[in-house]
């Protein structure tokens, strides 16, 4: 049997006899039609899909494109802020061809693409993939740099929404990642382009961090958990050293001594507060002040 133009030829006999009108006593029974239905499929079978008689058996340009321009315009689909059309192009560029520098590249393009769409998952997962893959790619500090990130944005998103939580039931599990994160990027690379900025971000996770703990020992000093709130105060001061809360630390600790009744601590710690913090509430009588602004400074902010 012969195609033309995509369609099926049937014979000349398959026209003439179904033309023919047929007696209402001598009509085909089931079984008849039901055969001549697989007579037509297996015909059918050796021409074109019905797909291919529409659209011209056209393929996907992502399955036809050289690696180059495949490349091109997953990067041009980048700078137009068409993250759904670069991703695309990246993962089908990494799949049909999953080697060489541009298949390298795609894939550091496709965790940022993913990141970019609020898919931290999948793009922490990619990051892993390719530090794991390519430990010595000439890009690797930008996939460090990029897993921080990663990090940063869901951490500093987690201490937002801690805001209104419980004091008791906070966890610090994410941004204390990020900031462990970015401390890898700086030991690792301490050169790297990325490096001021991880520095930097690093500088706000921390007083970002060290707010938090102080939210958290002033709500033991209203729940009158004095000696927890004093402990407090010296955490922040051992963990956080040099954050923009050391003095509220301090003055946290003076307040727990105070009450507890510790009044050679509480004089110590003041006059230490005194020498490094001249301006503090505290000494004025003006903290706690109960408001608290969790966030007082953040340089990356839209």
Not at 23 to 44: C, F
Not at 60 to 71: D, G, H, I, Q
Request: proline fraction near 5%; charge should be neutral.
């Amino acid at each position: 049997m012969e195609a033309t133009a995509g369609f099926p030829v049937l014979s000349l006999n398959l026209l003439s006899a179904a033309s023919k009108p047929v007696p209402l006593m001598t009509r085909p029974t089931g079984l008849i039609r039901i055969s001549a239905l697989l007579v037509m499929i297996l015909a059918l079978s050796g021409c074109k899909t019905v797909g291919g008689w529409f659209d011209g058996d056209k393929e996907k340009p992502t399955e036809t494109l050289p690696v180059e321009e495949m490349y091109r315009v997953g990067q041009d689909s980048m700078q137009r802020n068409n993250w759904n059309r670069a991703e695309l192009y990246f993962q089908r560029l990494v799949a049909r061809f999953p080697y060489g520098a541009y298949s390298e590249q795609a894939q550091l393009e496709l965790a940022y693409v993913m990141y970019k769409q609020s898919k931290n998952e999948e793009a922490t997962s990619a990051i892993d993939r390719f530090i794991r893959t390519y430990p010595t790619h000439r890009h690797i500090d930008y996939a460090y740099y990029l897993k921080a990130l990663i990090n940063f944005d869901q951490g500093r998103a987690t201490l937002l929404r801690l805001a209104r939580q419980d004091m008791a039931k906070r966890d610090l599990g994410a941004p204390t990642q990020s900031l462990n994160d970015f401390s890898e990027v700086l030991r690792r690379y301490p050169n790297s382009r990325y490096a001021p900025d991880s520095r930097q971000r690093m500088i706000y996770l921390r007083n970002l961090m060290a707010r938090h703990e102080i939210q958290v020992g002033i709500y033991y000093l209203d729940r009158d958990a004095y000696v927890a709130a004093a402990n407090r105060g010296k955490y922040i001061l051992q963990t956080y050293p040099r954050s923009e809360h050391e003095g509220d630390a301090l003055a946290l600790m003076a307040s727990a001594y105070t009450e507890l009744g510790q009044d050679d601590l509480a004089a110590d710690t003041r006059k230490v507060l005194e020498a490094n913090y001249p301006d503090h509430d505290y000494l004025d009588g003006k903290w706690p002040d109960g408001q608290g602004v969790f966030r007082k400074l953040n340089p990356f902010s839209d």
